[in-house]
């Protein structure tokens, strides 16, 4: 069972802390959105509140969530710079819930109305491509990932991080719509020739600012 598609409510938006003061150029004056940053004040992925982060928007009115992520690849042919919107995700060892009763029994997932929507919206907004689908695979962290750990997460999946699947998770048990676009900012360890460095996905994230700040503001416009 997923959340029901987004109808008249607000647009919330989750960044990661590697964008997160591009929060302004998401709030317009024009446009009604709710943004989040993830992680707050310094917080690592595996300590992130996600109930926190979807109570708020809900109390502030949204029904649909669009959450930016930092990913590594899981594929040689998805590089840095590529941006996916993921459609499903891998993470049998994280199953957060708010709640202790029936309402937890349910069927998590991105919202198919919602992601068909966002990718259209990412589309109209910017020349730069989006694979319109795959699977995300959430780890624990707060460490990255072994290279026998990506052999065996690329039979799953196309990308790997420490959020989605929670995040989406939660959103969906308080009703909220939701939807990720993913950036790829590393090759996961072993994929490429050399092992990952941090400098490189320092390198990986920098990069990717310029594409985020140029896109967000059109993005949420055709969003809202």
Known sequence: EQAASPGR???????GSAVGDLAALAAQDDVDVVVRVRHGDGVPAHLVDHAANCAALVDA????????HSVGSLRADWP?????????????????TTFDDVRGHRIPGVDATWHDAVVAAWQASTDHPIVTGGVYAQTTGPRFETRAEIRFLATVAD????????????AGELGLAYASISVVDNLANG???????????AAGVAANRTLLA???PRLVTALT
């Open 191 to 201: 994929i490429a020739a050399t092992p990952l460095t941090m400098d490189e996905y």
């Open 159 to 170: 990308v790997v991080g420490m959020t989605l699947a929670s995040e989406c998770t939660i």
């Open 61 to 68: 009115g949204c029904d649909r969530v669009l959450a930016l």
């Open 80 to 96: 840095v710079g590529t941006v996916a919107a993921p459609d499903d995700f891998f993470a049998p060892w994280a199953t957060p």
């Open 9 to 15: 409510g607000r647009l919330g938006l989750i960044l």
């Open 214 to 216: 140029d896109a967000l």
